[in-house]
């Protein structure tokens, strides 16, 4: 099921697709204040990854081919905007599916792996309490198979197919992404990068209408 917000956009009753994708310590519910700030109305969805995936093992492989379902739903070419493991996903799908993709925002994104924060990032999730992981849909184990399942991913040779106009985002205190932020949108060919003064990593979160002023200017 489609998570969804409907807002008709006063351009002869068409209504543009955007599709907000919530990293790992998230879910959909992550993007509603972005959401709400939004000035030019669309047709916004936000799924639940986890929900998607429900029923087969949490691998990223898993996970790919359900999120990839689930883009393939909408006949018309979407908006992807997608944060950490969503901005991954987003970019993966574009990837292989570069004509279904109208603009993309990729929000603190990884484009290869950095395989020693994701095993520092597994050491965490150790320590973290089980009770913390229900709150999201999943389980512990669930999200330390998940990680562990990204850690060869490299999307560097695929990055040429990229040619939708695609807007970087990175908060300037996400000292874990900024890096690999600049390069990402270095690579691409219609790219353009924004860093986020004064913000961390999760930037819908952190300041929703700042990032709503963003997406706005960009979509439109």
């Known amino acids: ?3 969804r917000l409907i807002l008709h956009n006063g351009k002869g009753g068409d209504s543009m697709t955007s599709i907000f994708v919530h990293g790992l310590g998230q879910n959909s519910s992550s993007w509603e204040e972005t959401m709400l700030f939004i000035g030019e109305p669309n047709q916004m969805y936000q799924p639940d990854l986890f929900d998607l995936v429900k029923g ?4 990223y492989k898993n996970l790919y081919t359900a999120f ?10 979407v908006n992807l905007v997608g ?10 799908y574009t990837i292989d599916h570069p004509e279904k993709v109208h603009s993309l925002v990729l929000i603190a994104p990884q484009y290869k792996m950095p395989k020693f924060l994701l095993k520092i990032q597994n050491i965490v999730f150790r320590f973290i309490p089980k009770s913390s ?25 695929g990055l040429k197919r990229i040619g939708c106009h695609t807007l970087v985002v990175c908060g300037e205190k996400d000292k874990a992404n900024k890096r690999a932020s600049e390069q990402l949108a270095a690579k691409l060919s219609n790219a ?29």
């Open 68 to 77: 990839s379902e689930y883009i393939d739903e909408f006949h018309e070419p």
């Open 1 to 3: 099921m489609k998570e």
């Open 83 to 92: 944060l950490s493991l969503g901005a991954i996903l987003a970019l993966n």
């Open 133 to 157: 992981f229900q709150k999201l849909g999943s389980s512990k184990s669930d999200f330390i198979r998940l990680t562990k399942s990204m850690i060869d991913l490299d999307f560097s040779q």
């Open 56 to 59: 087969e093992e949490l691998t």
């Open 192 to 220: 353009e990068i924004l860093i986020v003064q004064g913000v961390g990593h999760e930037i819908n979160t952190e300041a929703p209408e700042k990032l709503a002023s963003l997406l706005t200017d960009f979509l439109k």
